[in-house]
C-alpha cells in the first residue's frame, strides 16, 4: 500500500513540476519566427546553390568552359558545354545546368574553378527555395545569369 501512496505522490509531484515549466515558457516572449511574413537575415557564409559570376565588363559568365567544375562534382549534377565561335578566344559557354537534386552543396565545384582573380562559379544567397516537381529544381544557371542582366 506504501508503494502505491508513493508512486501517486511521485506522480502527482512529476504532473506539477511539468506543469510549472510549462507557466513558466508561456509567460515568456515569443522566440518564433512568423514565416512567411517574417525572416531571418542570411548569415554571412550562407551556402546556397551555385551560380554563375557576370562579366563586369560584358555582363555575360566568366566561365570559360573548362569543366572543372563538372569532373570535380562528386554528385555529377553539373553540366557544362561550350562552342568555339569565330573571332572570340577559347570556348564560349552554351548550356551551364544544374541539377540542385543531386547537388550535396559539397563547394568542390567553386573551389576548383580555375578562373582568377574572381571565381566564375560562387554560392548563391537563395535559401527560399519551393517547388512541387522534380523539373522546378533544375537550374539553367546561364539563363538564370542572363534574366538578371536584363
Known amino acids: 500500500m506504501s508503494d502505491y501512496l508513493k508512486e501517486i505522490i511521485s506522480g502527482t509531484w512529476s504532473l506539477f513540476v511539468g506543469l510549472g515549466i510549462t507557466i513558466r515558457y508561456f509567460f515568456q516572449p515569443v522566440v518564433t519566427v512568423q514565416y512567411p511574413h517574417q525572416t531571418l537575415p542570411m548569415t554571412p557564409r550562407f551556402r546556397g ?11 555575360g559568365p566568366l566561365c570559360i568552359v573548362c569543366g572543372m567544375c563538372e569532373k570535380a562534382c562528386p554528385s ?3 553540366t557544362v558545354r561550350g562552342e568555339k565561335r569565330e573571332g572570340v578566344k577559347g570556348k564560349v559557354l552554351t548550356e551551364y545546368t544544374l541539377d540542385f537534386t543531386r547537388c550535396s552543396l559539397c563547394g568542390l565545384c567553386v573551389e576548383s574553378c580555375p578562373v582568377t582573380p574572381t571565381k566564375a562559379i560562387t554560392f548563391s544567397r537563395d535559401y527560399n527555395l519551393a517547388g512541387v516537381s522534380k523539373e522546378a529544381y533544375i537550374f539553367d544557371l546561364k539563363k538564370r545569369l542572363e534574366a538578371e542582366n536584363r
Do not use: K
Open 49 to 59: 546553390h551555385t551560380e554563375l559570376v557576370p562579366d563586369p565588363e560584358s555582363g
Open 76 to 78: 555529377n549534377c553539373i
